[in-house]
Nanobody, 115 residues
Framework: QVQLVESGGGLVQPGGSLRLSCATS????????MGWYRQAPGKQRELVAR???????VYADSMKGRFTISRDNAKNTVYLQMNGLRPEDTAVYYC?????????WGQGTQVTVSS
């Protein structure tokens, strides 16, 4: 069964940066588009960025110019570089395929943006 393990979150001040990592098992990165999702308290999970197997990236409007998604198929890892973080970016961040194919989500990684 495919596993997803997110890491790299933490507490950061507004304007700060974090780099999230998603380690996967198997070879799903070479087969499926991957995405980073987030869920803030009291809100639905949303897709913030995705990357195709060919490396094409798409971002939600509020992330454009601030977030960068990348993948390393050899390491079975997807990354999310987040710059210019805002308090509204506070959420638990998850990775999964796009569209979602892995029913068992990882534990996520908490990102808190606060002064």
């Amino acid at each position: 069964q495919v596993q997803l393990v997110e890491s790299g979150g933490g507490l950061v001040q507004p304007g700060g940066s974090l780099r999230l990592s998603c380690a996967t098992s198997g070879s799903i990165l070479s087969i499926y588009p991957m995405g980073w999702y987030r869920q803030a308290p009291g809100k639905q999970r949303e897709l913030v960025a995705r990357i195709t197997t060919g490396g094409i990236t798409v971002y939600a409007d509020s992330m454009k110019g601030r977030f960068t998604i990348s993948r390393d198929n050899a390491k079975n890892t997807v990354y999310l570089q987040m710059n210019g973080l805002r308090p509204e970016d506070t959420a638990v961040y998850y990775c999964n395929t796009v569209p979602i194919r892995i029913s068992r989500w990882g534990q996520g990684t908490q990102v808190t943006v606060s002064s």
